[in-house]
């Protein structure tokens, strides 16, 4: 009994020394434990003890319940929940709600317009030739003849079997911009520094495609690139290097947090500025820190309050912001058409269709199901492509849908913090 409990506990759940650990919600507990503690029944049934270790042992009761599926679990050989996030087997089309009513004629064009610019990427091009056969401008029933026969939908899970994940949303921000700075246009929006030192990690080791370390060279060292702070800070050491100059420091860093936007130049033209590099900092979402430090409502927050919150108190503003050490550079995607800016997957992105996502899990230009609710609670169920990523989008379950532009994608943008659930869909052996 002693090792098969063990067994669950070290496979099943990958616990680490000094971390809470949910034993989900199943087993209706939180511990916290050493990696590899051996851990024994005692006489009482609903008991679980660890052995003592040197810095102590704690003793949690669990219902028998618990205790009776744990058993089984080992005596099965494996674990109900896996401790790793990923792909779920394949579901029938049957079960997936709202796939009869989507309109999926509304998503051929970001399915058309990713083979049309990238149809040679490895993500892309089994759909394109799979695709091939289907005419110029399918219908919804065309469309939908066309998933069900060549591919199944597999949803995608969480650590431990969760399904639901966090769905957000995303949006193209429309700032006031000049080419030179004066006493309103005062905070830059950067172009991709001449210093920033970008290594592809898969050019030494292709194991590790896709990785890259951000940094600059100093002496004959490779540092970590400026932080927010040193770059924003009193000795601005990338003076010389601005793309435009905006009226609002605010919107320059939520600028950031959306990837892509427009800017409006005193003369009234637009130019749409473009994600080009990041410092190589890790994200943090500041809305985080307001919470803890009980300045906004866990239930409250959005890219709303946040911004209330940085007008309402410009001396804090900044230092909070900073605590973002992550800083995105901008190129200038020339003259505002009405095509969506340009997604990680190099297309544009196409409203209400595309979504960012986490491509560790999910490869860029994939078709995905979402199921989930926009903030008025209403259900928000149809297929979007992967065709994007974001410093905040990490998880399997994860997306942010790209809402457009203007004030209604603005609002839907900011206030969108759904759970959903998603499905990936993959092709059939044989249409790969």
Same mark, same amino acid.
């Given at each position: 009994?002693?090792?098969?409990?063990?067994?669950?506990?070290?496979?099943?759940?990958?616990?680490?020394?000094?971390?809470?650990?949910?034993?989900?919600?199943?087993?209706?507990?939180?511990?916290?434990?050493?990696?590899?503690?051996?851990?024994?029944?005692?006489?009482?049934?609903?008991?679980?003890?660890?052995?003592?270790?040197?810095?102590?042992?704690?003793?949690?009761?669990?219902?028998?319940?618990?205790?009776?599926?744990?058993?089984?679990?080992?005596?099965?050989?494996?674990?109900?929940?896996?401790?790793?996030?990923?792909?779920?087997?394949?579901?029938?089309?049957?079960?997936?709600?709202?796939?009869?009513?989507?309109?999926?004629?509304?998503?051929?064009?970001?399915?058309?317009?990713?083979?049309?610019?990238?149809?040679?990427?490895?993500?892309?091009?089994?759909?394109?030739?799979?695709?091939?056969?289907?005419?110029?401008?399918?219908?919804?029933?065309?469309?939908?003849?066309?998933?069900?026969?060549?591919?199944?939908?597999?949803?995608?899970?969480?650590?431990?079997?969760?399904?639901?994940?966090?769905?957000?949303?995303?949006?193209?921000?429309?700032?006031?911009?000049?080419?030179?700075?004066?006493?309103?246009?005062?905070?830059?929006?950067?172009?991709?520094?001449?210093?920033?030192?970008?290594?592809?990690?898969?050019?030494?080791?292709?194991?590790?495609?896709?990785?890259?370390?951000?940094?600059?060279?100093?002496?004959?060292?490779?540092?970590?690139?400026?932080?927010?702070?040193?770059?924003?800070?009193?000795?601005?050491?990338?003076?010389?290097?601005? @793309?435009?100059?905006?009226?609002?420091?605010?919107?320059?860093?939520?600028?950031?947090?959306?990837?892509?936007?427009?800017?409006?130049?005193?003369?009234?033209?637009?130019?749409?500025?473009?994600?080009?590099?990041?410092?190589?900092?890790?994200?943090?979402?500041?809305?985080?820190?307001?919470?803890?430090?009980?300045?906004?409502?866990?239930?409250?927050?959005?890219?709303?309050?946040?911004?209330?919150?940085?007008?309402?108190?410009?001396?804090?503003?900044?230092? @909070?912001?900073?605590?973002?050490?992550?800083?995105?550079?901008?190129?200038?995607?020339?003259?505002?058409?009405?095509?969506?800016?340009?997604?990680?997957?190099?297309?544009?992105?196409?409203?209400?269709?595309?979504?960012?996502?986490?491509?560790?899990?999910?490869?860029?230009?994939?078709?995905?199901?979402?199921?989930?609710?926009?903030?008025?609670?209403?259900?928000?169920?149809?297929?979007?492509?992967?065709?994007?990523?974001?410093?905040?989008?990490?998880?399997?379950?994860?997306?942010?849908?790209?809402?457009?532009?203007?004030?209604?994608?603005?609002?839907?943008?900011?206030?969108?913090?759904?759970?959903?659930?998603?499905?990936?869909?993959?092709?059939?052996?044989?249409?790969?």
């Amino acid at each position: 009994m002693e090792t098969s409990v063990r067994w669950i506990f070290r496979a099943g759940f990958s616990l680490k020394f000094g971390v809470p650990v949910n034993v989900y919600h199943a087993f209706n507990t939180v511990n916290t434990v050493s990696p590899m503690l051996p851990i024994v029944f005692d006489e009482t049934p609903d008991r679980l003890i660890m052995h003592k270790h040197s810095n102590g042992y704690s003793v949690k009761k669990l219902s028998a319940s618990c205790l009776l599926v744990a058993t089984l679990l080992s005596l099965g050989g494996c674990a109900m929940f896996s401790s790793d996030a990923g792909v779920g087997r394949a579901a029938s089309w049957n079960s997936i709600a709202g796939w009869q009513q989507d309109n999926l004629h509304d998503a051929w064009d970001a399915l058309a317009q990713q083979c049309e610019q990238a149809g040679s990427k490895p993500g892309v091009e089994p759909w394109c030739k799979a695709s091939a056969e289907l005419p110029s401008d399918p219908n919804t029933d065309e469309l939908r003849e066309f998933f069900e026969s060549k591919s199944r939908p597999h949803r995608l899970h969480g650590p431990y079997g969760r399904r639901d994940g966090l769905i957000t949303g995303y949006y193209e921000p429309l700032l006031q911009a000049a080419l030179n700075p004066d006493s309103r246009y005062r905070y830059p929006l950067y172009q991709v520094p001449q210093e920033l030192l970008v290594i592809e990690l898969a050019d030494m080791f292709p194991e590790l495609e896709g990785k890259r370390v951000r940094g600059r060279v100093v002496g004959d060292k490779v540092v970590p690139f400026y932080s927010r702070e040193q770059i924003d800070g009193d000795e601005l050491p990338l003076a010389g290097q601005e @793309l435009f100059w905006v009226d609002d420091a605010a919107d320059a860093f939520f600028l950031q947090i959306q990837g892509s936007g427009i800017v409006q130049l005193p003369d009234g033209s637009k130019r749409g500025v473009a994600y080009a590099q990041q410092n190589g900092h890790a994200y943090r979402a500041i809305g985080k820190d307001l919470i803890e430090q009980g300045e906004i409502a866990v239930e409250d927050i959005s890219l709303f309050t946040i911004r209330d919150w940085l007008d309402a108190n410009p001396t804090k503003a900044q230092e @909070l912001m900073n605590r973002n050490a992550s800083y995105v550079f901008f190129r200038d995607s020339g003259e505002v058409t009405e095509e969506g800016p340009d997604g990680s997957l190099g297309v544009p992105l196409t409203t209400e269709r595309s979504v960012a996502i986490d491509r560790r899990v999910v490869p860029l230009g994939s078709p995905l199901w979402l199921d989930t609710t926009l903030p008025d609670g209403s259900v928000y169920r149809r297929l979007m492509f992967a065709q994007d990523t974001g410093g905040a989008i990490a998880g399997a379950v994860r997306a942010d849908v790209f809402f457009g532009r203007g004030e209604q994608a603005a609002k839907l943008a900011g206030e969108m913090k759904q759970k959903g659930q998603v499905y990936l869909l993959k092709l059939l052996d044989g249409d790969e």
